[in-house]
């Protein structure tokens, strides 16, 4: 099957329109896409044409009313292939279109294929090799001690022998994680294990990782519920200058303990803008960020956890009371229009991604940390749902029907 350019739907006429389009561009297949479906429908409803290249098989958000157009490449294909592919879009869009990524692997392709992608793409210029440092949880680390950011301590290994040997001297509980988690995730299927002892981490890491090119590290564990990881999304221009900033936390995760937002809650946070802020300017940082901290109580720090140099899966967490977004900032400050004008923090705004939080409902119940009143009652003020929306029902319908059968399951086990 040829990694080029097809068309899995045709466009909407969208190429009859004036306003500058947006390619929505996903690397690995399999990853939430909840994120890319409410970019198309952000910018979908502001009349922007919005196309998507994703790797085969096709996820439910390409079902969406406002994508303009779905084109394939395979998630094996070669760099090169995958430049040929991009430039093939390009020209059957007949215009010069916004370049978004939405994983990981595309932000990082994009900054090392920028020349190759600059006449024929429009996104913002990162200062060489910053999206791979933010990416890499080493490299993160590391600069985090550079700059005296606050994180929690982790340690890495070359061998079972090193790991053996922390595994000795930890202080338990720990949490062994990829050093790129959406990687890991791909290949394992486990973002990250908590261990409670010596050798709950060894039997992970015997299950989870290579010997021979360990890909886990160890991480400091900060206890606290959901509600002490805290996130910033933001838009940062062509200055390092922060167009648009909105804090929140997460209130439930899914997978339950270890994974992204199921929902969600806008609290304005100082310390977490400030810290952020800060950083990304001395980072000559450009473009969208999502970035993630977690309180920890035992010294009163907001300690960074990952950096995520592109769209987060809950960006739509993240509107202000003008209804701008991080892509809504991007698109305004990219295609010429008008500079973005934020507005402030919606406290108490929630979103909710629907059939994951069920999910996840179950487990918390199981385990005496949540009834199922509680649940009802915390859903009260969800203002957006990650999947299901009036105006574009075919994405949630086809999500709900995969996603039923895994509940099933659930509640049956």
Known sequence: MSPGPRRSRPASGSQAQPTVPVLLFTRLSGILSHGTLGAMRSLGRLGVPVYWSVPEPLPAAAYSRYAAGIFNCEEAASGDEVVAHLEEVRRELGARPIL???????????????????????????????????????????????????????????????????????????????????????????????????????????????????????????PGSAQTTWMFNGYFDADSECRLGVCGRKLRQSPPYTGATSLGECVENPAVRDTTVSLMKRLGYRGILDIGYRFDRRDGQYKLLDANPRLGASFRLFVDSNGLDVIRALYSDLSG?????????????????????????????????LSTRGWLGSLRGVEETAWMAADDVKPGIRHYGVASRKLVRLLKG
Not at 339 to 345: D, E, L
Not at 347 to 369: M, P
């Open 100 to 222: 978004v990524p939405t994983d990981d692997v595309a932000a990082r392709f994009v900054e090392e294929h920028a020349a190759a992608l600059r006449p024929s793409f429009v996104f913002p210029e990162q200062p060489p090799g910053l999206p791979a440092r933010l990416v890499d949880k080493r490299e993160m680390y590391e600069l985090c001690l550079e700059l005296g950011v606050p994180t929690p301590e982790t340690r890495f290994f070359s061998s079972r022998e090193e790991l053996v040997s922390i595994a000795e001297s930890s202080r338990y509980p720990v949490v062994f994680k990829g050093i790129d988690t959406t990687l890991a995730g791909q290949e394992t299927g486990v973002r990250m294990v908590i261990a409670s002892d010596r050798d709950q981490l060894l039997r992970a890491h015997a299950a989870l990782d290579d010997e021979r090119e360990p890909r886990f590290m160890v991480q400091d564990y900060i």
């Open 337 to 369: 229009g008008s500079p973005p004008r934020p507005g402030s923090t919606v406290a108490g705004r929630k979103w909710l991604v629907e059939t994951s939080d069920a999910a996840s409902a179950i487990v918390y119940r199981r385990d005496g940390l």
